[in-house]
């Protein structure tokens, strides 16, 4: 008994149990909150949907169900291609901002102009999307614009409702949360190395493509996959602002789950998107990885 | 042209992009007409006193904040334990957790949702304002640590020891020395998950039940077309005391920074 409370007071002063004894609040958290929900909804998605219950019976329907039938099919590879290309349009526009920011601006304004990135990032996300709709919209600021300029003729219609409208949205939404982990890389690189470049008769563009950017690459990964994920379930911005042309896979889900009551299919079509999101983000991951070593 | 010129004028464009739906949501919050639509057509502040009028939206604040004030103050208690191990501490298992504790950072809101709907509904738990602050403390809980972090790193350990060495315990060194050096930086991770709480739709929307959030709300009133204006006026209100918010969020995070000696890298997160 001694010898057992000794040896307990002796495990609590090691490194490895204060640690791990701050943590679990925390992590105890995580691990009830999300990692058993997460895998219960892996489990609903092998279940099979009775009225009003989940039959306990494993199957492989809900799976068959969301990758044959067309519409599932559809919507599915529509939320990933709207992902890519939010992700490449956001990421695109985001690195000259980081770039402009970390090598031009003033260090005591640095701050400042990250501050001025983040704060529309901070308002009502609903509102934000709303405001789209009227920017983009048929009595629109563009086609108004546009037609006072007397550019067009009549008011443009492939701007909203469709998937385009949906692409400038997310890329609005999703503007600071690529140029911040940009920002954070190129802060890191050791500006003599670019010096050396130059001394050494690299043109500056030489001296970008193969000293700065593949420095930046950790923060270019890093912002795609933090565009790339949330994109692809987004609900919101497909719900307003992308008419039925523009529905993506969040929409299907809320479908299944609040009005067609159909839990394993919807955890089925979940599940599934999750897992094309992560086997995408780990080929890319894998595509890049020489850039993810480090220094030695 | 000056240096970095060109940069300056697609940075310039670049704000005017982002800053693009929050300068006609107050356009729109004060004109007169009910369609939400260009020309203007006159100034008027009567979208202001409607949305004073309305009873579901009082309700709805009401709500919201007593969630974003809970959710707050749980996620940053969390936060703070994670911040704190994950900077001082190296124990078994501690990527694997930290990444599970983070994974709601990159995880889309419907998972998480539709995963603890599943499971409370599972439980026969009825749906109510604290199973949306259960959604809330989870997706807060990341940006908390990354602001917590950032606080707790740029702490001097030898303060720590030198309390140690004057005969403070473990306890009363956290509190006399650790907590004061870290409050700004706790007072900006409350602040932020304070508006990542009151601006939340998906989680609340499932989480729910029949009780109102703000945001639940504006989405409601989006499908009827007279009621938007009242919402831009709204919306116009939540902007201002956004800005607010997180204007004192960032003067704590610099002074906090500038209290324990680090430098300031910028950016919240």
Redesign the interface.
């Known amino acids: 008994m001694m010898n057992a409370s000794s040896r307990w007071a002796k495990l609590r002063q090691t490194e490895a149990a204060n640690g791990l004894l701050m943590i679990s609040p925390t992590a105890l958290y995580a691990i009830l909150m999300l990692a058993a929900p997460l895998g219960t909804i892996v489990l609903y998605s092998f279940l099979t949907d009775g009225y009003l219950e989940i039959i306990r019976d494993f199957t492989l329907a809900n799976y068959i169900e969301a990758w044959t039938n067309e519409l599932y099919r559809s919507v599915m590879i529509r939320s990933l291609a709207v992902a890519m290309v939010v992700t490449l349009v956001t990421v695109l526009l985001a690195f000259p901002i980081a770039y402009f920011v970390s090598f031009y601006v003033a260090p005591s304004k640095k701050s400042l102009w990250l501050f001025l990135i983040t704060i529309p990032f901070w308002t009502s996300y609903l509102i934000r999307v709303f405001l789209w709709k009227v920017i983009l919209g048929y009595n629109g600021v563009v086609n108004s614009g546009l037609l006072g300029l007397g550019l067009i003729d009549e008011p443009l219609t492939f701007i909203l409702y469709n998937v385009n409208s949906v692409v400038i949205t997310l890329a609005h939404a999703y503007a600071p949360f690529a140029i911040l982990p940009i920002f954070v890389a190129l802060e890191k690189i050791d500006r003599s190395l670019l010096e050396a470049g130059q001394d050494l008769g690299e043109s500056k563009f030489m001296t970008f493509r193969r000293v700065t950017l593949p420095l930046a690459m950790p923060g270019v990964i890093a912002s795609v996959l933090i565009v790339f994920i949330p994109t692809i379930g987004d609900y919101v911005t497909p719900q307003l602002v992308g008419g039925p042309e523009g529905r993506m896979v969040a929409n299907l889900i809320q479908l299944q789950y609040l009005k067609l009551d159909n839990y394993p299919l919807g955890s089925a079509i979940a599940v599934s998107a999750m897992g094309i999101v992560t086997l995408v983000s780990l080929i890319f991951i894998g595509l890049n990885r020489r850039y993810l070593k480090g220094p030695k | 042209m000056m ?2 010129g060109w ?2 004028v ?2 310039i464009g ?2 005017v ?6 300068i ?2 107050p356009m ?1 919050a004060f004109n007169d007409a009910t ?5 203007l057509t006159g100034f008027s502040t009567r979208w202001f006193s409607a949305m004073l009028e309305q009873p579901t939206l009082s309700l709805a604040v009401k709500n919201s904040l007593f969630i974003a004030v809970t959710s707050a103050v749980l996620a940053t ?3 703070v ?2 911040a ?3 900077t ?7 990527a694997g ?2 990444g ?2 983070m ?10 949702a ?6 409370l509904l ?1 439980l026969g738990v009825s749906l109510s304002l604290w199973t949306v602050i ?2 809330h ?2 997706i807060c ?1 990341p940006f908390t640590i990354a602001i917590l972090s950032s606080a707790f790193q740029s702490l001097d350990q030898s303060l720590e020891e030198a309390a140690y060495d004057l005969g403070e315990s473990a306890a009363s060194t956290f509190r006399l020395i650790i907590l004061p050096l870290v409050m700004p930086g706790i007072i900006s991770s409350l602040l932020i998950s304070f ?1 990542i709480s009151l ?1 939340e ?2 989680i609340a929307f ?1 989480l729910a039940g029949t009780e109102p959030t703000l ?1 639940v709300f ?2 409601s009133q ?1 499908r009827f077309p007279s009621a ?1 204006p009242v ?2 006026a709204l ?1 116009t209100v ?2 201002c005391l ?2 607010i918010l ?1 204007t004192i969020a ?1 003067y704590f995070r ?1 002074r906090g920074i500038a209290k324990s000696g680090g430098k ?6």
Do not use: H, N, Q, W
């Open positions: 240096k970095g940069f300056k697609y940075a670049y704000l992009f982002l800053y693009a739906p929050i006609i949501l729109f369609v939400i639509a260009f020309p208690t969390l936060g334990f994670a704190r191990a994950s001082r501490y190296r124990f078994p298992m501690k957790l930290m599970l504790i994974l709601p950072l990159v995880l889309p809101e419907i998972i998480v539709v995963s603890l709907l599943v499971v599972g259960l959604g403390v989870l809980t508006t601006d739709f998906i499932f945001p504006i989405f989006f938007v919402i831009m919306g939540l902007v956004s800005i997180l960032e610099r300031d890298t910028g950016g919240f997160l």
